[in-house]
T-cell receptor, first 108, second 114 residues
Framework: GQNIDQPTEMTATEGAIVQINCTYQ??????LFWYQQHAGEAPTFLSY????GLEEKGRFSSFLSRSKGYSYLLLKELQMKDSASYLC?????????FGKGTMLLVSP | SQTIHQWPATLVQPVGSPLSLECTVE??????LYWYRQAAGRGLQLLFY??????ISSEVPQNLSASRPQDRQFILSSKKLLLSDSGFYLC?????????????FGSGTRLTVV
C-alpha cells in the first residue's frame, strides 16, 4: 500500500518563497505528482518527477529523492492566487494515491 | 485536444435514493478512467478505475458501482444512497501507458445526501 504525509496547513506572505514537503512509503513507485486544488474546484496538474532531482516550471519547482521517499514543491514569488491546497500523489503500479493535501494561505 | 466532461455539477439526494454520475472524455481513445471521492477534510480516495471496456477495478468495497458502457464513458452508480456517500466526486482520465502527464480531472460533482 501507500502512505503519504504532508503538512496540513502553511502560511506565507505575498512575494515570498514556500516549500511544501511530502514523504511517502510505497510498495511500488512509478512517479510522484503535485496538484493544485482551489476551494470547490477540481485538482489541476502542476508537476511530475520520476527520477531524482529538481524539475523546474516557471515559479514552481519540484524535487524528488527516491531513496529517502521524499519530495518537495517550491513556490517562488508567491501571489495571492496561489492560496490553495497542494496535493502530493504517488503513482503505484496502476493508480495514483493522494496525500490529504497542504492548505497554503498567502497573505498580503 | 482532449476534454473531460462530468455532470451534474451539484446534486442533493435523499437517503435511499439511487445515484448516477456520468463522465465522458473526448479527443482520445482507450483512456484509463478513474472515479475519486473527496470527503470534507479528507484526501482524494480512489473508488474505481478502468483500463478498458469491461475492465473495472474496485478499490473500496461499498454501496457504489461503476460501469463503462463505451470506450470514453464512465458511470458511477448507487442503488441506495447513504449519508456517508456525501462528498465531492471527481472523474479523471489519463492516456493508456505510463500517463506521464498525470491525471486530468473533470470539474466534479458535489453530492449532498440528506
Amino acid at each position: 500500500g501507500q502512505n503519504i504525509d504532508q503538512p496540513t496547513e502553511m502560511t506565507a506572505t505575498e512575494g515570498a518563497i514556500v516549500q511544501i514537503n511530502c514523504t511517502y512509503q510505497t510498495s511500488g513507485f512509478n512517479g510522484l505528482f503535485w496538484y493544485q486544488q482551489h476551494a470547490g474546484e477540481a485538482p489541476t496538474f502542476l508537476s511530475y518527477n520520476v527520477l531524482d532531482g529538481l524539475e523546474e516550471k516557471g515559479r514552481f519547482s519540484s524535487f524528488l529523492s527516491r531513496s529517502k521517499g521524499y519530495s518537495y514543491l517550491l513556490l517562488k514569488e508567491l501571489q495571492m492566487k496561489d492560496s490553495a491546497s497542494y496535493l502530493c500523489a504517488v503513482k503505484g503500479y496502476s493508480t495514483l494515491t493522494f496525500g490529504k493535501g497542504t492548505m497554503l494561505l498567502v497573505s498580503p | 485536444s482532449q476534454t473531460i466532461h462530468q455532470w451534474p455539477a451539484t446534486l442533493v439526494q435523499p437517503v435511499g435514493s439511487p445515484l448516477s454520475l456520468e463522465c465522458t472524455v473526448e479527443g482520445t481513445s482507450n483512456p484509463n478512467l478513474y472515479w475519486y471521492r473527496q470527503a470534507a477534510g479528507r484526501g482524494l480516495q480512489l473508488l474505481f478505475y478502468s483500463i478498458g471496456i469491461d475492465q473495472i477495478s474496485s478499490e473500496v468495497p461499498q454501496n457504489l458501482s461503476a460501469s463503462r458502457p463505451q470506450d470514453r464513458q464512465f458511470i458511477l452508480s448507487s442503488k441506495k444512497l447513504l449519508l456517508s456517500d456525501s462528498g465531492f466526486y471527481l472523474c479523471a482520465w489519463t492516456s493508456s501507458g505510463r500517463g506521464l502527464n498525470g491525471y486530468t480531472f473533470g470539474s466534479g460533482t458535489r453530492l449532498t445526501v440528506v
